[in-house]
C-alpha cells in the first residue's frame, strides 16, 4: 500500500501559478502509476494529469494541456503538479493518487487504489 500527502494548494490570481507536491510512501514505486485528480464543489472527482513512476510517461486532461505539467523526484519520493495560467475553473480540491503500475487509461479513477487527503486551490479573478 502506498501512503500520499499533498502540499502546495492556495490561493492565487487569474492567470498565476502553483506547484502542488505530493510526497510517496511505501511499496517500491517501480511498480506504480501517479495521478492527480481535482474536486469542484457539486462535481464528480475528474482526471487531471498521470505518469508511470518509471519511465515517465504522460498523460493530460485536454482542459489542462499546454497549462499543466506532472513530473516526480525519485530522490525525494515526490510527484509534483505545475501549474500555470490558472483559471478559475481550475479551483478544486487537488488529489494525488497511486496505482499498480498499467497499461490502461491512467484517466480512470476507479483504477487507483490509493488516495492522499488533497488540498485546496482557489483561483480569484
Known amino acids: 500500500q502506498v501512503q500520499l500527502v499533498e502540499s502546495g494548494g492556495g490561493l492565487v490570481q487569474v492567470g498565476g501559478s502553483l506547484r502542488l507536491s505530493c510526497v510517496l510512501s511505501?511499496?517500491?514505486?517501480?511498480?506504480?502509476?501517479v495521478g492527480w485528480f481535482r474536486q469542484a464543489p457539486g462535481k464528480e472527482r475528474e482526471f487531471v494529469a498521470g505518469?508511470?513512476?518509471?519511465?515517465?510517461?504522460?498523460q493530460y486532461a485536454d482542459s489542462v494541456k499546454g497549462r499543466f505539467t506532472i513530473s516526480r523526484d525519485n530522490a525525494k519520493s515526490t510527484v509534483y503538479l505545475q501549474m500555470n495560467s490558472l483559471k478559475p475553473e481550475d479551483s478544486a480540491v487537488y488529489y494525488c493518487?497511486?496505482?499498480?503500475?498499467?497499461?490502461?487509461?491512467?484517466?480512470?479513477?476507479?483504477?487507483?487504489?490509493?488516495w492522499g487527503p488533497g488540498t485546496q486551490v482557489t483561483v480569484s479573478s
Open positions: 493518487a497511486s496505482r499498480p503500475r498499467s497499461v490502461g487509461d491512467r484517466a480512470t479513477r476507479s483504477t487507483y487504489k490509493s
Open positions: 511505501g511499496r517500491p514505486f517501480s511498480s506504480i502509476d
Open positions: 505518469m508511470a513512476w518509471i519511465g515517465g510517461i504522460t
